[in-house]
């Protein structure tokens, strides 16, 4: 157990819709991450927040949105869904804000856009 | 852009035979680290390495750090069936790039 929690563990949903992925960090962690996941694209990173603050961006999609909240969890905001947008969406965390420090990955939501 | 590149793709091996997977990037990472995702599962922290030349060892597995700092390998001895998974490695980006930079990763499949 990393202590990285996600919810939903599982979600289905419709093209067109809109979902929200929830994270809530490690006790004392300050950075929450996102990443995708798909079959054929490895790991993709999608933004970092630090103490509620917008960190880093990757590939992050404009139909997709995530932000840091006060007591640090974190959620993760994806719209418009199309079928390519299926995939095991991780959330992570760390101490501190630098690229090099740890990271803690949770057990992911999985989605599947039908 | 930078990248980190991770070979081979894929490797299936008999249990019992040794396995090794390559990490190189385009330009110098002040650290590298190693995650393992087993299937199903979510990357685990294995190791970092911080300094040039650096071998660290966890029971089977072997990690070095090139001398200049670009490329990095993770030897496992002598494959167990729970070696299987995804083995990862990542650095900072360079400069003011703040992101972590991921290789693909190696899919390692153990036949018993």
């Known amino acids: 157990d990393s202590g990285v929690t996600q919810t939903p563990k599982h979600l289905i949903t419709a093209t067109g819709q809109r979902v929200t992925l929830r994270c809530s960090p490690r006790?004392?962690?300050?950075?929450v991450y996102w990443y995708q996941q798909s079959l054929d694209q490895g790991l993709q990173f999608l933004i970092q927040?630090?103490?509620?603050?917008?960190?880093a961006k990757g590939n992050i999609l404009e139909r997709f949105s995530a932000q840091q909240f006060p007591d640090l969890h974190s959620e993760l905001n994806l719209s418009s869904l199309e079928l390519g947008d299926s995939a095991l969406y991780f959330c992570a965390s760390s101490k501190g804000q630098e690229a090099g420090n740890t990271i803690y990955f949770g057990e992911g939501s999985w989605l599947t856009v039908v | 852009g930078q990248q980190v590149m991770q070979i081979p793709q894929y490797q299936h091996v008999q249990e019992g035979e040794d396995f090794t997977t390559y990490c190189n990037s385009s330009t110098t990472l002040s650290n590298i680290q190693w995650y393992k995702q087993r299937p199903g599962g979510h990357p685990v922290f294995l190791i970092q390495?911080?300094?040039s030349g650096e071998v660290k060892k966890q029971k089977r597995l072997t990690f070095q750090f090139g001398e200049a700092k670009k490329n990095s390998s993770l030897h496992i001895t002598a494959t167990q069936t729970t070696d299987v998974g995804t083995y990862f490695c990542?650095?900072?980006?360079?400069?003011?790039?703040?992101?972590?930079?991921w290789g693909l990763g190696t899919s390692l499949a153990v036949n018993p």
């Open positions: 390495l911080v300094k």
């Open positions: 990542a650095g900072p980006g360079a400069g003011n790039n703040r992101k972590l930079i």
């Open positions: 006790s004392g962690d300050l950075s």
């Open positions: 927040y630090y103490n509620g603050e917008e960190r």
